[in-house]
């Protein structure tokens, strides 16, 4: 019996995926949950498994082409069994019954919905159909002759939505967005589900402005799409968050040092790495499990305490900005804890992060100190409480020992929600953070 391939649904947002490569040919044995192909989108790349065991009868999207969520990629057939590329599901055949069953096939003589049948409708009804994504073949018609009017259509879609503790335009907001609101938590009065619950839910990556302007011509970047999104979070993190950034500049010449001596003693190792990013993650992390509150995030049952750290690395990429996390990464000596942050970002950088990996962090650090920044103001990043900026490292005259010397010096940033915790216990940890970056012993006390 075949079997159809069809384009997975990762996220609430998802609507589509670009077929990046198969990894098999047609004509190729599969077994079973090996990998089969890699499904590139805004935020990931990443293989699907075959679905079942069998030869790869037919490829119906071939590599580099886009195609909906559930749409049929290809077949997986039995060994031996004929396949008519016209039809996905079940359209295998015997061998000996596939030449005349394809003679007797003929060309629809209109658009058919869902089951394949016809389905009479208005055009208008079926614009609004494709808009709304609603199957026709799901809509009673209450037209003449049964025909389906576009507002069978709408009523058919609204109908999706009822019992939604949400406002019609939440609603509308939701539908646009391809967001199942049974997915989302309300956070607003009597669980109300507002924009802010959908836009947390859908967790997007940022992404870069489009190339410069063309000449004697304005380019026109559309507020739309990733973009949007983009924007719609940090706004709805603005309006939904009290949002407090303090600074503290750090005198680092010690984190310097340790550093300078790591590379020192594994100068031997090519391929030795350590960053000052590195060293601050493990700081954090140890920073973290002394100050629980920052380690939280505000849901809708209130504040919820996590007992591991689960680190956030801001990484730049070519679409934009993404933010995959380590999870338990407070369980992790320094040595470990840098393979599995690098590890992180360089897949991000190339594809290949799994949902799991861009969701469920707990805290973020955003280091823009590769950028010559001394100090920026980072934004909440939901439903997390907390967010650190990272600047440079510059040689500055300071006093130390009370002389005055060229000591090497950093600006951290902390943004807080003043809804999960106070100034001073977010202030607390952000100076015990310092001190240990001041002071590398203080991390192992």
């Excluded at 384009?7 to 198969?22: D, I, N, Q, S």
């Excluded at 100190?369 to 650190?388: A, K, R, W, Y």
Aim: aromatic share 4%; glycine share 10%; with cysteine.
């Amino acid at each position: 019996m075949a079997h159809d391939v069809i384009m997975p649904k990762w996220g609430l947002t998802m609507k589509e995926g670009k077929v990046a490569r198969w990894l098999k040919g047609e004509g190729d044995p599969v077994e079973a949950g090996e990998p089969l192909f890699e499904v590139e989108t805004d935020k990931i790349t990443n293989s699907v498994e075959a679905p079942a065991s069998g030869v790869l009868a037919k490829i119906i999207v071939p590599e580099g082409d886009v195609a909906p969520i559930q749409a049929v990629l290809a077949i997986i057939a039995a060994p031996g069994e004929a396949v008519d590329a016209s039809a996905p599901a079940g359209a295998a055949k015997p061998a000996a019954e596939a030449a005349p069953a394809a003679a007797a096939d003929k060309p629809a003589a209109a658009a058919p919905a869902g089951d394949g049948k016809f389905v009479p409708a208005m055009p208008a009804a079926r614009k609004l159909a494709k808009e709304l994504g609603v199957d026709l073949s799901t809509v009673t018609g209450t037209g003449k002759d049964g025909k389906i009017t576009a507002k069978d259509v709408q009523d058919a879609a609204d109908s999706a939505y009822a019992g939604i503790n949400a406002s019609p335009k939440t609603i509308d907001f939701a539908r646009k967005q391809g967001v199942d609101l049974s997915q989302v938590t309300g956070t607003g009065e009597d669980g109300k589900i507002t924009k802010a619950d959908i836009l947390r839910a859908m967790n997007p990556s940022a992404a870069q402005p489009a190339a410069g302007p063309a000449p004697a011509k304005d380019t026109i970047v559309p507020m739309e799409g990733v973009r949007k999104l983009v924007a719609d979070n940090m706004q709805a993190s603005l309006q939904n968050a009290a949002q407090l950034t303090v600074f503290v500049e750090l005198d680092v010449t010690e984190m310097v040092g340790l550093r300078a001596k790591l590379l020192e003693r594994n100068k031997r190792n090519a391929d030795y790495r350590v960053s000052y990013n590195d060293i601050i993650a493990y700081a954090v992390c140890r920073a973290l499990k002394r100050h629980p509150v920052m380690n939280s995030t505000l849901q809708a049952d209130g504040i919820h305490l996590h007992p591991h750290v689960n680190l956030g690395i801001a990484v730049s990429i070519d679409k934009g900005l993404i933010v995959p996390n380590v999870k338990e990464a407070d369980t992790f000596g320094l040595e470990e804890l840098k393979d599995k942050v690098r590890d992180a970002a360089g897949r991000a950088r190339k594809g290949g992060l799994n949902m799991d990996e861009i969701t469920g962090g707990t805290f973020t650090i955003s280091n823009v100190s590769m950028l010559g920044v001394d100090g920026f103001t980072p934004i909440l990043n939901p439903p997390e409480t907390g967010i650190l900026g990272v600047g440079r490292i510059v040689e500055k005259p300071a006093v130390h020992n009370g002389e005055i010397v060229a000591r090497q010096m950093m600006t951290l940033s902390l943004t807080f929600n003043h809804m999960t915790t106070d100034g001073a216990p977010a202030m607390a940890f952000l100076r015990e953070l310092g001190d240990m970056l001041e002071m590398p012993g203080l991390m192992i006390v």
